[in-house]
């Protein structure tokens, strides 16, 4: 669900990002029915989120969140952390939002037959709408959340989640900066 924090942290590399967005739709064992760097990036997808699990930066964000918001508020952190690569985007890389955007969205479009099904059907959708330059906007964070709130088994309030960026929206920003100095040093590659 924190598609762009994934993509970003795959670095330049197009399989690797292939791998990393692909990674919430790819359970189970890796096998060979992938190239060697989309499985790379499939298992960096489940580095980032192993990581994200244990980091300090990320329970201090989902145990700022409203407790009636439950198992949900790792989803929460996931999609508040996307906006906040989003909106402060320059800090992070030289390539403009936009411009990133449209490489990954032609790397789906030329990657079509390996696609996971579920993912297949959603690509041509997330470069319609342009759902990774839309995080920057928080009428999108909302759009986002009651999205993905119709597609869980049980009702849950995560669609009214939104609030919570005005309600405690300024530590969650010091926790994702947190997170993300500690993802670039645990999982991006050191340079040469």
């Known amino acids: 669900m924190n598609y762009l924090m994934h993509l970003y ?8 990002q292939l791998g990393g967005l692909m990674g919430d739709f790819v359970k189970g064992p890796l096998d060979e029915r992938y190239p060697p760097g989309i499985v790379a990036g499939l298992r960096l997808h489940r580095r980032i989120d192993s ?6 930066h990320c329970r201090a964000s989902r145990q ?16 508040f952390y996307d ?17 990133f955007a449209a490489g990954v969205y ?14 297949a059907r959603i690509a ?5 709408d342009d759902w990774l330059t839309s995080y920057r906007d928080r009428a999108a964070v909302h759009t986002a959340l009651q999205r993905i709130a119709t597609r869980l088994s049980r009702v849950t309030a995560l669609g ?7 309600r405690c929206g300024a530590e969650l920003l010091t926790d994702f900066r947190g997170f993300m100095a500690e993802a670039r040093q645990t999982v991006l590659p050191a340079p040469d």
């Open 64 to 79: 700022r969140l409203a407790p009636r918001f439950g198992h949900t508020r790792a989803v929460l952190v996931d999609i």
């Open 9 to 16: 942290l795959a670095g330049p590399d197009p399989e690797l």
């Open 83 to 99: 906006h906040f690569l989003a909106v402060h985007w320059d800090a992070f890389h030289p390539l403009p939002l936009a411009d």
């Open 106 to 119: 032609r790397l789906l479009d030329r990657n079509r037959a390996l696609l996971p099904d579920s993912l």
């Open 160 to 166: 009214e989640g939104a609030a919570e960026l005005d």
């Open 51 to 56: 990581l994200a699990a244990v980091s300090p």
């Open 124 to 128: 041509p959708r997330m470069a319609a």
